[in-house]
């Protein structure tokens, strides 16, 4: 059972214009949320987490949106840009007790930025 | 400051025979974890060690995976015997928990394909 679903394979967007990448979970234990990018033969690059204790987080281009109720999550890029595409990924995680669990994947959203 | 190494970058092996991967995780980094990244999947998490202490385990393949961190830097990720459905890359990753925000940093990972 997918704990993380990343339910669109791919998509495509044009140069300058959001990309909305979404993200959705089921496990209610998970309080910390991670986008990953991806380039080929490249390990996931951090690029934005979210505590559950917001509902929004940005940093530059990236924004992350997160609705705790319908355990839902979002990233915008806006402006997009040639270099954003790549394979996104979506992560969840427990804080317990100071510690932390590994991260729970999605199975990540391919962005096609178009000229 | 540099990233999380890992070696080789690359290996082919026939099914039945062992190979291990190995990890250098960003220095001060306590916790390492493996993952396995199969092809059109997101990282799933194998094993998660806080210094040379196992943390969790439960989603190792325990029967043929084995792993260590024996002085608490680095680690090695083994696999004895192979079989065809282990074909993936392997991704080791590494984090401080600073602020205790669980922010993992990617090596660039081992693909392993099994003849």
């Known amino acids: 059972d997918q704990q993380v679903k990343q339910n669109s394979p791919s998509l495509s967007v044009q140069e300058g214009r959001i990309s909305i990448l979404n993200c959705d979970y089921t496990n209610s234990m998970f309080d910390y949320f991670l986008w990953y990018k991806k380039y080929p033969a490249e390990g996931p690059t951090f690029l934005i987490s979210i505590s559950s204790i917001k509902d929004k987080n940005e940093d530059g281009r990236f924004t992350v949106f997160l609705n705790k109720s319908a355990k839902h999550l979002s990233l915008h890029i806006v402006p997009s840009q040639p270099g954003d595409s790549a394979v996104y990924f979506c992560?969840?995680?427990?804080?317990?007790?100071?510690?932390?669990?590994?991260?729970?994947f999605g199975k990540g959203t391919h962005l096609i930025i178009q000229p | 400051e540099a990233g999380v190494a890992q070696s080789p970058r690359y290996k082919i092996i026939e099914k039945r025979q062992s190979v291990a991967f190995w990890c250098n995780p960003i220095s001060g980094h306590a916790t390492l974890y493996w993952y396995q990244q199969i092809l059109g999947q997101g990282p799933k998490l194998l094993i998660q060690?806080?210094?040379?202490?196992?943390?969790?385990d439960s989603q190792l393949p325990k029967d043929r995976f084995s792993a260590e961190r024996l002085k608490g830097v680095d680690s090695t990720l083994k696999i004895q015997p192979a079989k065809l459905e282990d074909s993936a890359v392997y991704l080791c990753a590494s984090t401080s928990l600073a602020g205790g925000w669980n922010e993992q940093f990617f090596g660039p990972g081992t693909r392993l394909t099994v003849l």
């Open positions: 060690f806080q210094n040379n202490g196992v943390v969790d």
């Open positions: 992560a969840a995680s427990a804080i317990v007790g100071g510690g932390a669990d590994g991260l729970t």
